[in-house]
Structures are given as structure tokens and as C-alpha cells.
Nanobody
Framework: QVQLVESGGGLVQAGDSLRLSCAAS????????MGWFRQAPGKEREFVSH????????AYADSVKGRFTISRDNAKNTVWLQMKTLKPEDTAVYYC???????????????????WGQGTQVTVSS
């Protein structure tokens, strides 16, 4: 069982930056790949970014590529999502999620991640 707690959300203006954090309770954090998803009002939850257990491999949705950066520190049981040049369409609740690294499943699919945080709200005003 992995417990995930996100933080760092808030209200910002378009063009600003924000860094989200996700702290994991699991002792063997390095056994898990981590993902970020987001859900805007009235829309389905969508994939944002993924990082593998080692931090060597990352992936991004096209809508955030070049603006968002995912990273992790296994010694701190934490994964971050650095968001730059934020746009109003980035407004959403952001969730971090975890799946076992050995589990071969699509990284962009919600069902691949058994463990989820409660989410943190990001609001970008124009």
C-alpha cells in the first residue's frame, strides 16, 4: 500500500510557474513508477506526465511538453511537477499516482496506477 499526498497547488496568473509535490509513504519508493494526471471541471481525468522508478525515463502529454518537468528524489520519497508558462487551460485538480515499476502497463492510462493521492487544485487566471 502506498499513500500519496500532493501539495503546492494554488491560484496563479497566466505565464506564472508553480511546483507541485507528491510525498509517498512507502518505504521502498524506488519500486514505483510515478505519474501525474489532471482533471478539469466537466472533463475526464487525463495523463500529464510519468517518471520511471530510477528517474531516467520521463514522458509528457503533448499539451505540457516543454513547459512541465517531472522529477523525483527516491531518498526523500518525493516526486515533483515543475510547471512553467502556465495557461488558463492548465486549470485542474492535479493528482499523483503510483504503480509498481515491474508492472508492464500503459503509463498514460489511469487504470495502470493502483495508488492515488487526493489531488491539489491549480487555478490559472487569464
Amino acid at each position: 500500500q502506498v499513500q500519496l499526498v500532493e501539495s503546492g497547488g494554488g491560484l496563479v496568473q497566466a505565464g506564472d510557474s508553480l511546483r507541485l509535490s507528491c510525498a509517498a509513504s512507502r518505504r521502498h519508493f524506488s519500486n514505483y513508477d510515478m505519474g501525474w494526471f489532471r482533471q478539469a471541471p466537466g472533463k475526464e481525468r487525463e495523463f500529464v506526465s510519468h517518471i520511471d522508478w530510477s528517474g531516467d525515463s520521463t514522458a509528457y502529454a503533448d499539451s505540457v511538453k516543454g513547459r512541465f518537468t517531472i522529477s523525483r528524489d527516491n531518498a526523500k520519497n518525493t516526486v515533483w511537477l515543475q510547471m512553467k508558462t502556465l495557461k488558463p487551460e492548465d486549470t485542474a485538480v492535479y493528482y499523483c499516482a503510483a504503480k509498481l515499476a515491474l508492472q508492464r502497463s500503459p503509463i498514460t492510462t489511469m487504470a495502470s496506477y493502483p495508488y492515488w493521492g487526493q489531488g491539489t487544485q491549480v487555478t490559472v487566471s487569464s
